[in-house]
């Protein structure tokens, strides 16, 4: 089953000077890993996040692969899972509109402090989604920043913690995103940030190690409006003009429920090319088997 995204494409061509050509050459491509049937407003996302056609081929081939090996973050991804569900009833997730300079913000914080209500994996998930909606609704833009809130963060969490699975979330934000990472965020950073820093920093890039920005509870709001994301994105709680977080978790797990068709579809499509892949793969090796008992024949 095919799916599509839900942006205007031929608004994002014009807004981001994406060459049809290069939509028409890369569909000509055969990329490993990627379906046939991938759609033009998919294909456009990877050219306007990456520098080259090699590039874009890359990084495709490299978000279809991780999509069918890290089956923890990216399979069963119907929002009306329990463990989806669970998700959002103890953290917050959500998108915030572009900045003035185009770029979205993912938005994402605890909203309940208990330990025992995090399950990391699909924490990571349900943040993948929520960047998946983003893109859906948005489409290409100069980039995105991710904005984190530690307000209720223990010690505690550490421990519900996976290094393969911090290591895999940033390969996947690094090497298959559709987008470009721009700036991270982090507010209200705890006192024992430092370990959290030790356990990710040997996954992050130099490149995005540099854009990471901290904050403790005591934060210059007009400076961070003035040289960050301006008071008309974000929410009431950080002083900005748009509703309270809660009010916007509650909109976007609505909107959630609404895309679970086309969260659906884009994991058939998935692991339908994956299938076919693989049935490709075992009557090819039946031929050459066959070819072989000829030639000793």
Known sequence: ????????????????????????????????????NISDKLIALFLDACDSLDETKSVMSIYYRTRQTSPEHFENRDPRTDEIQQCLNNQDYFYLPPTPSGFPVIFHRLSNSTASNYCFDNAIKTFFMSIDACL??????????????MRDVRLSHLTRVRISSIKKFFYYLQEGLPARLCQIHILNV??????????????MRAEIFKCLY?????????????????????PSDFGGDLPTVAEMHTNFRKELDDLRDYFVAEEDQRNNNAKNASDNLKIN?????????LEID
Not at 136 to 149: E, H, N, Q, T, V
Not at 190 to 203: D, E, Q, R, W
Not at 285 to 293: F, G
């Open 1 to 36: 089953m095919a799916y599509e995204l839900g942006f205007d494409l031929a608004d994002a061509i014009k807004r981001q000077n994406i060459s049809k050509e290069n939509i028409v050459a890369i569909r000509e491509s055969k990329i490993p890993h990627v379906p046939d």
């Open 190 to 203: 705890v006192s024992f940030f430092g370990k959290i820093l030790a356990m990710v920093k040997p996954f």
């Open 285 to 293: 090796e039946v031929k050459s088997l066959k070819m072989q008992s």
């Open 214 to 234: 901290t904050y403790t509870s005591d934060i210059d709001y007009d400076e961070f409006y003035k040289n960050w994301i301006p008071k008309q994105c974000l």
């Open 136 to 149: 859906y609704k948005y489409g290409p833009a100069p980039g995105i920043i991710f904005l984190f809130d």
